[in-house]
């Protein structure tokens, strides 16, 4: 004979059958809320980034004006500086010095130069025109995503 009491009611399976696709329900939710909540992380991400770019790339502009701004400086005061001091250091000390003041002038002049250049070098080597935090995190994102790619891979293939 046979234990009915062992077998489930046909409401008994029902209710179990119920429960399963509830139970599927509630994980296809979870899914979809898992999915969605990664999307908006992603997006999340990508703002702050593109926001960090954009304040970057604004410094890095004003940086590159400065620059700009300085050569052109140093440029039209040498120029200035150049003419008028040659003409008058030229008149005043030839008959002293002769020749020999063309050259104090010219070692002068490249001195003034080699100033406004190491001022720029200096603008330049401090990272300031370049993007350095930008590219310092998208690095760090990458290194993430990597990381996670090759953890998720080993995981499949067990």
Known sequence: MIDQSS????????????????????ADQGLGATAR???????ALIAARLSLA?????????????????ALGGFMAASFAVIALSALLVVLTWDALGWRILLI?????????????RQIRRIIYDGRLGLPATVAELKQDSEVLIRKTRTGSSHDAR
């Open 37 to 43: 909540d990664l999307i908006q992380n992603i997006f």
């Open 54 to 70: 954009a304040l970057e790339l604004s410094e890095a502009r004003d940086a590159a004006l400065l620059v700009i701004a300085l």
């Open 105 to 117: 002038l010219t070692l002068a002049y490249a001195a003034i130069a080699a100033v406004l250049v």
């Open 7 to 26: 077998q489930p009611t046909p409401q008994e399976s029902s209710k179990q059958t119920s429960q399963q696709s509830s139970q599927q329900g509630a």
